[in-house]
């Protein structure tokens, strides 16, 4: 079993690949929302896409200072139907940034099941 460093609620900024154009990326924050148990069992985590284009709409997630452990440079958002899986061990991810706290990440993870 792999034992992985990022766990739920972590936010941490990754090189993310332009869905436009796959061979550029652009480095961004990201909460991670896979639980424990998936990300322990290979290499990848689930995340969403953090941005501060804030939207406001039903997949929206404010990220307050109230909500994080570190604040954020601006106010941003959590866009929860922007999910994708991120390599742990490939040189995606550059660094862990902050975390939601736990009332902020059960809110996220409802929203984030709306999705499906």
Do not use: H
């Not at 090189?15 to 424990?36: A, F, H, T, W």
């Amino acid at each position: 079993m792999i034992t992985n460093v990022y766990k739920q609620g972590d936010i941490i900024l990754i090189r993310y690949p332009l869905s436009d154009k796959p061979e550029k990326s652009i480095i961004r924050p990201v909460v991670v929302v896979s639980n424990g148990f998936s990300n322990d069992q290979d290499k990848d985590v689930l995340v969403c896409q953090i941005t501060t284009n804030l939207r406001n709409n039903v997949y929206s997630y404010a990220l307050t200072d109230d909500k994080l452990t570190v604040a954020m440079p601006e106010l941003c958002e959590v866009r929860c139907n922007k999910i994708a899986t991120v390599r742990v061990w490939d040189k995606i991810i550059l660094d862990k940034i902050s975390e939601v706290t736990p009332t902020a990440l059960t809110e996220l993870l409802m929203i984030v099941k709306t999705v499906f």
